[in-house]
């Protein structure tokens, strides 16, 4: 069938009208839908992924949200201090408020790197109004800023009557692996789109974060006592052994010297191996990581000893004992240290 000249003009006309009323729908719609907060949470993940701090500014009340987490943290610090009487309480209200301006301008300078390089940490100090230095990256961390992962979006309840809205924004601290949703307030501007401003439970965050470091730390310190028991037991026996007959001065004989070496490389070395590895396999807490290096560099200068001890049965140099005798003597005070650092976490901790 051949349709009329007239006909074909109806039928175009019908497909242009059709095409305007797609896309002035889609326009509508996309009007509508960029000016909710569901739009604000996208685009902020967004910018986030593709480094755009300009975008991030644009749907993010960076000040307001950085000074409400800074009081956050620094009413935390105070209130940890739970047994300071009450002038020493004050002098603490007043070193907070020393440090606050430092502090923001710390986790702002963190916040920032994080968006454009997706990396918290900065490498740059901030100075107070002392004078003195303040490290960024360290305030990061201790704040438990660094280990977070986005999880998602949990739930967003709007106020129309308000003209606000609150959102679940789910995430895992990666330090003590427990999740924990933030609540974050989200308020409409005066052209309709939506914006961040502020995070309203980040004291509850702090109170968490301490709480799973705690735990951590308690599993840390059950766990490597029971390690070091067990290999140390066996060790104490062989040690003994060795002692009893180093005491009895039979060094001059080669078969007695060929036996005490004998003991240390096959009874006493393995033990000591055995416990440097079940070490470097553990899972270490931030806050026990001076103590865990301490214990490592105790077992690595033990092993050293015995090494050269055994070596010196072979070979009677006294350079080599005196290397043997240097590595126990730092074993010695390194163990000593770890044990102080071990009392003063168990009383910190309890």
């Known amino acids: 069938m051949v349709l009329s000249i007239r006909t074909k003009l109806k039928i175009f006309a019908a497909a242009i009208l059709l095409v305007l009323i797609i896309i002035g729908g889609s326009l509508a719609y996309f009007n509508f ?114 280990d977070l992962n986005f999880e998602g979006i949990d739930y967003i309840n709007k106020n129309e009557e308000n003209r606000t809205a609150e959102a679940g924004i789910k995430v895992t601290q990666s330090e003590i692996n427990q999740p924990f949703i933030f609540k974050v307030s989200l308020e409409e ?67 007695n010297r060929a036996d005490l070496k004998n003991t240390i490389e096959t009874k006493i070395l393995p033990q000591l191996q055995d416990l440097q590895t079940a070490l470097q396999s553990m899972n270490v807490p931030k806050s026990a990581e001076t103590l865990h290096n ?25 350079k080599t004992l005196r290397e043997a005798t240097d590595n126990l003597k730092k074993a010695k005070t390194m163990e000593h240290e770890a044990d102080l650092l071990t009392k003063r976490i168990e009383n910190q901790i309890k």
């Open 294 to 318: 301490l214990r490592l560099k105790a077992c690595e200068s033990k092993i050293a000893y015995y090494e050269n001890y055994a070596k010196w049965l072979d070979n009677k140099d006294i």
């Open 189 to 255: 501007q005066a052209d309709g789109y939506w914006k961040v401003v502020s995070i309203d439970n980040f004291d509850e965050f702090i109170k968490a974060l301490a709480e799973g470091r705690k735990e951590y730390i308690k599993d840390y310190l059950s766990q490597t006592a029971v390690i070091i028991l067990d290999k140390e037991k066996v060790l104490t026996e062989n040690e003994a052994n060795l002692n009893a007959a180093l005491s009895l001065g039979a060094l001059g004989n080669e078969q």
């Open 33 to 146: 839908y960029v000016k909710t907060p569901e739009y604000t949470l996208k685009a902020i993940q967004e910018s986030i992924q593709n480094h755009d701090i300009d975008e991030f500014n644009k749907y993010v009340d960076i000040d307001n949200v950085v000074a409400g987490v800074t009081n956050n943290i620094l009413d935390s610090i105070i209130a940890s201090q739970e047994n300071l009487p009450e002038e020493a309480k004050v002098a603490m209200n007043s070193l907070a408020t020393m440090f606050k301006a430092p502090l923001i301008a710390s986790l702002q300078e963190g916040l920032n790197n994080y968006v454009k390089t997706g990396s918290w940490q900065s490498g740059n100090t901030t100075a107070d109004s002392q004078g003195a230095m303040i490290n960024s990256d360290m305030i990061i961390e201790q704040a438990g800023l660094s």
